[in-house]
């Protein structure tokens, strides 16, 4: 291999520099997975591959430890067969002539700018290529109207799921994205405000930046335009509504930033009484139906329903299962009664009040 295009005296600089390199990588990236694991990050979530990609672009990811990149330096054939740079917890990768450079807190636009710069110190006119590989995983913290708020680790896409292409548009979709966020924390709740959704984050200068995202737009036209990615340390507060119409509630729920899931408690006459999950555009009757259905002494034609308001009042209902025109879908927390029919309400009265003499019989029998 020639090194004619060096500038003197770097011949042996680089050779050394390029073995060490080589053989102690495996080490390196050994050393950081230690460390990684070694942390006790938020619970893990890994994001859906099929989500639609955020309209933010690779431009304005910060690199951080955990991230590996690729660099290479055309017409230079020694920078040709470097393997992937993982980032060390010190910010920092190595590459021949170039040691300890620190790229944590940059975009791969400067640190392609400052390598170009560096190496130019050593290099003729170098043309320097670097690429994102694999991302870390984020940490957000995720407060408000969610199902399960606190911190969160949003696990990326790897590249290879992410699309076909080297672009922009494709590599943007590897990054966490907001409604990943949401959907990690349980989805928001009925009284979410998903107009006014505040994000905090430090920005590229250091300096703490505040954005307001509105996704409202996005559920309605069914789209992801307005979904943001999202960055390591983001904080996101979902702020209660002041005022949502039961159409609005009911869309809200449907939505991709809606919870997967609602628990609602089923009582009285039914065959697994008891506190359920089912969708959230699930009905009362399939509720009853998830609950195992009602038994024999069931009385549907007064089924009672219990809704707990968002001024603290409950809202009950005495319903018809039988005789319903409309659906009624059920809400998180909502109470679904069934009662016993006349018929065995007497009986059961009837049990009550003799049941003392039964014992008292038998108790006698004992001694006879």
């Known amino acids: 291999m020639s090194y004619s295009h060096l500038k003197p005296p770097l011949t042996a600089t680089l050779t050394q520099f390029f ?54 330096v055309l017409g230079f054939d020694e920078y040709k067969g470097l393997p992937p740079q993982i980032i060390l917890p010190d910010g920092t990768i190595s590459i021949p002539l170039v040691e300890r450079f620190v790229v944590s807190g940059k975009t791969v636009t400067q640190v392609k700018q400052e390598l170009t710069r560096r190496l130019s110190e050593y290099l003729v006119d170098p043309t ?4 994102l590989t694999s991302l870390r995983p984020l940490t957000v913290t995720v407060a408000g109207e969610v199902r399960r708020p606190g911190p969160l680790q949003l696990q990326p896409i790897p590249l290879g799921e992410s699309g076909s292409g080297g672009d922009e548009t494709a590599r943007s979709r590897i990054i966490p994205t907001l409604a990943q966020a949401i959907a990690a924390a349980g989805g928001v709740t009925k009284e979410a405000d998903v107009r006014d959704i505040i ?36 904080s996101i507060f979902i702020p209660k509504a002041t005022a949502l119409s039961q159409g609005d509630q009911k869309l809200l729920a449907r939505s991709a930033f809606g919870s ?23 009905t009362l009757s399939s509720a009853i139906a998830v609950a195992g259905g009602p038994t024999d002494k069931a009385n549907l034609t007064r089924v009672r329903f219990y809704r707990l308001q968002a001024n603290g009042t409950v809202n009950e209902k005495t319903l018809n299962i039988e005789k319903l025109t409309e659906p009624t879908q059920v809400e998180d927390g909502d109470v679904i009664m069934i009662p016993k029919g006349d018929g065995y309400r007497f009986l059961d009265a009837i049990g009550t009040v003799l049941g003392p003499l039964g014992a008292a019989a038998a108790f006698i029998r004992i001694f006879q």
């Open 128 to 131: 320097v290529e670097v690429q």
């Open 19 to 72: 073995v060490l390199a080589t053989v102690g990588l495996s080490v390196l990236a050994a050393e950081f997975r230690v460390l990684a694991q070694a942390s006790s990050p938020a619970p893990n979530y890994r994001p859906n591959p099929g989500l639609a990609p955020a309209t933010d672009s690779m431009n304005v990811y910060l690199l951080g430890p955990g991230d590996s990149i690729q660099v290479s």
């Open 260 to 282: 997967p899931t609602v628990k609602v408690r089923v009582v009285g006459e039914v065959k697994r009484p008891g506190e359920i999950e089912v969708s959230p555009d699930s």
């Open 199 to 234: 994000i905090n984050r430090i920005g590229v200068n250091g300096i703490s930046q505040t954005m307001t995202v509105n996704l409202w737009n996005s559920i309605q036209a069914s789209s992801s335009n307005q979904d943001i990615s999202l960055r390591d340390g983001d």
